[in-house]
């Protein structure tokens, strides 16, 4: 493979998104920055990425893509494809963060979350992976977080999306190793970006106001997820490295935190389970498990 790559990210108007568009492409790999609306709501911050792509004379292209919309995510794969010719990396990124106590978040707001953290990036992934086969080569990553193996009270929403994402992801790195594919997962911890102000708060606040003293638990700990955020810059380099990794070698698990809660632990353990499980049916090798596929930090 060609060491510069061709990148498409979801969104990619603010926070992470934005920062992998700009550190990938100031290393030469050609971005196809997506996001909802740059010609509307995000019209702001598509002009700024446009403008510094020109002022630096980087590989940055902007694309419509709402990752809950069939038609938008074709429609922006299609016109990479056309520009490009080929995608090597997928970033599903897209997402927001969901806060409240569980009984107060309504059935609308779960299904939303979901549309938008998981089934986002099953709609992405289905819209790449016929040109990575045709390719034999490719790499799905998905932004999960540190919430995508531990669970915090009034984020349990936010956890089951990303566990969920974890759960399709490792699947997807079973079934694609022979096939030259293969699907990585980003894990960080608290990070400044835009999602603090983006966050999406439980509706029903005559439930939340049965629970006494539990519901403080919200602003606790968004207080401290905000409060001990790390500079996002960070995971913006893990990606570079993990994206200049050589095929075949990447770590299915990556944790990028400013704070160690055991995820590494829990990695390691469930890489462990994972290959009794997939010897116990007689799999180990037909997913290349245990062919130096490791978990650990960046
Ligand atoms: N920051 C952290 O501490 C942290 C930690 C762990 C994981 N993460 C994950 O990192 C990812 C990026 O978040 P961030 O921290 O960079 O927050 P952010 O600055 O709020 O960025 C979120 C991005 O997702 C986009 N988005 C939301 N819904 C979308 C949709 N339907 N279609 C396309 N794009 C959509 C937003 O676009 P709009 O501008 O159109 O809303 C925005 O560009 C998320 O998956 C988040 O769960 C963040």
Redo the contacts with the bound molecule.
Sequence with gaps: MNSKQVVLI??????????FAETLARKGHTVFA????PGG??AK?ASEIRALAEKDSLPIHVLE?????DA?VERAVNAAIAKAGRIDVAI??????LSGLEEAVTTEQAQRLM???FI?PVRVNRAVLPHMRRQGSGVLMH??????RVVLPSVGF?CA??FALEALAEAYSYELAAQGIESVI?????????????TVTAADEARTHTYGAVKEFPAKINGA?SSG??N?QE?ADAVLRIIETPAGEKQLRYFV?PKNYGVEEINALAKQVQGNVLEAFGLAADTQFLKGKAVGAV
Excluded: C, H, W
């Design positions: 979801t969104g990619s108007s603010t926070g992470f998104g934005r920062l997506t996001m909802r609306d709501r995000n911050n893509m709402d990752v809950t919309d938008s599903n990124n897209a997402g927001y963060y549309a938008t953290n986002g932004i999960s977080s540190a919430a995508g936010y999306s990303k980003v894990q960080p911890g608290a990070y400044e970006t835009a999602v603090f102000g983006n997820l955020a790390g996002a995971v935190s």
